[in-house]
């Protein structure tokens, strides 16, 4: 018998060294993995804020406008509809570079000016019509190229053909730099702005309004709705083949791509419900079909992990099935729902896949002011942007991915505090 212990010992201890060196290996490759990791989402980053940090900052011009009365109100009744607001600005860029001459000179001096120029000079007078006939000094977006060169994304040192500012108006703008009629500002207009044209004036407010509509309507439905079907089919539901069928289709659900159930609001909502095309209540009736599955799944989850011994006390003091599931589990089961929840609504406010199937691709000025009115959501912002061929929307893109990154990490984060806050010991 010593001899047979003696032997599985001997056995086991010159087994070790390989135990050993096969567990340093695994050791060593997870680290490996953790760390090439690491390091692709640092390169990523990197990337991502060296390439949108400048879209925050834009680039402005200073001009003396006069507000003429001749131009304004020439019958003596100020009229907005038909005022020459960009030939007020045009005059006063004239007037800082009076060399200029020619029609072919001026059309290119004036390219280096934004067109929200006279849209800004518009406001400003219909806010105050008692500023016609006075001088006001403004400073109002440069335009994309000259923002372009400014930050150093234009190498003015290039053939003139392969680059989109020629030398003359380089020229001009160093003039004005040196005249410090020329600065950098935070760029407010990215976020009260919404989509345009023109990069310098394109802004994400009206993306991320529709976001935000869209995430109120799927939060109102699909909250409420995946708790219940939850708490059903976790505590009320019969065991049996029909009930077994719904819970393997919820899990499919959940791996099902998210275009597919773009298909499926196109074909309900908007084809056989005919709600508007491009809303944010037709955006939230898909992104809820997207995200019940999760919660359904998260909640049942959540239900499961509270301990038969407080259903059991519940029950045994008298309480129904539906007080024990009402006032004992589902209390303690919330914090988990809500983290489910979250994250639910974290991946639907990544999804683009769905909403360019029910018309949400649509180019869209206005901000959006109702469920039902048209607009866009920021991730498909981003493909908008991302597909500009215009070098100046590259910035802005990478800046909208990291204002996206931002709303999703803020609400993991409180999916976080949420459960922490929540949770209760037993």
């Keep these: 018998m010593m001899n047979t212990d003696r032997t599985t010992r001997q056995k086991v201890e010159a087994g070790l060294p390989r135990r050993r060196r096969k567990e340093f290996t695994f050791k060593v490759l997870g680290i490996f993995a953790t760390a090439v990791g690491i390091l692709f989402l640092g390169m990523f980053f990197a990337s991502l804020i060296g390439e949108g940090a400048s879209a925050f900052r834009q680039t402005y011009l200073q001009l003396d406008i006069e ?4 131009i304004l109100a020439p019958d003596g009744e100020l009229d907005l509809a038909y ?32 067109i929200g120029a006279s849209y800004q000079v518009r406001d400003l007078v219909a806010g105050n019509p008692d500023l016609v ?35 003359k108006q380089i020229a001009w703008v160093e003039t004005l730099r040196e005249a410090g009629r020329l600065d950098t500002r935070f760029n407010t207009a990215l976020f009260t702005n919404g989509d345009s044209r023109e990069p310098e004036l394109a802004g994400i407010k ?18 409420p709705i995946g708790v219940a079907a939850a708490i059903y089919l976790e505590e009320f539901a019969p065991r049996n083949r029909w009930s077994d069928l719904i819970e393997v289709n919820i899990n499919n659900l959940a791996a099902v791509p998210s275009i597919v159930f773009g298909l499926l609001g196109l074909a309900v909502f908007i084809n056989w419900a005919a709600l508007p095309r491009s809303a944010p209540l037709v955006g939230g009736l898909v992104l809820t079909l997207l995200t019940l599955p999760v919660i359904i799944i998260a909640s049942r989850a959540a239900i499961k992990a509270v301990p038969p011994s407080i259903r059991e006390a519940a029950l045994g003091l008298g309480a129904s099935q539906t007080q024990v599931v009402f006032h004992h589990v589902l209390p303690l089961a919330m914090p988990g729902m809500l983290t489910g929840a979250i994250i639910g609504m974290s991946r639907a406010l990544g999804e683009s896949a769905p909403l360019l199937m029910i018309g949400m691709v649509a180019f869209i000025v206005d901000v959006p002011g109702s469920f039902t ?19 100046a929307f590259a910035e802005r893109t990478s800046a909208a991915i990291i204002v996206l990154l931002g709303f999703l990490l803020v609400m993991n984060l409180a999916a976080v505090i949420l459960r922490k806050r929540l949770e209760r010991k037993w």
Aim: hydrophobic fraction near 45%; avoid cysteine.
């Design 83 to 114: 005022a020459d607001f960009d030939g007020l600005v045009r005059t006063a860029l004239r007037r800082e570079l009076p060399d200029v001459s020619g029609r072919q000179e001026r059309r290119e001096l004036y390219r280096i000016v934004s």
């Design 373 to 391: 009115d048209p607009a866009t959501a920021l991730p498909v912002q981003i493909f908008l942007w991302a597909d500009s061929p215009e070098r």
């Design 133 to 167: 006939g006075t001088t006001q000094t403004l400073w109002v977006p440069a335009s994309s190229t000259v923002d372009m060169l400014i930050k150093g994304n234009i190498d003015a040192n290039v053939d003139e053909a392969l680059r989109p500012i020629s030398n």
């Design 67 to 70: 507000l003429s009365e001749e």
């Design 206 to 223: 009206g993306a991320v309004m529709g976001s935000l509509y869209m995430l109120m309507v799927t939060m109102v439905l699909s909250f």
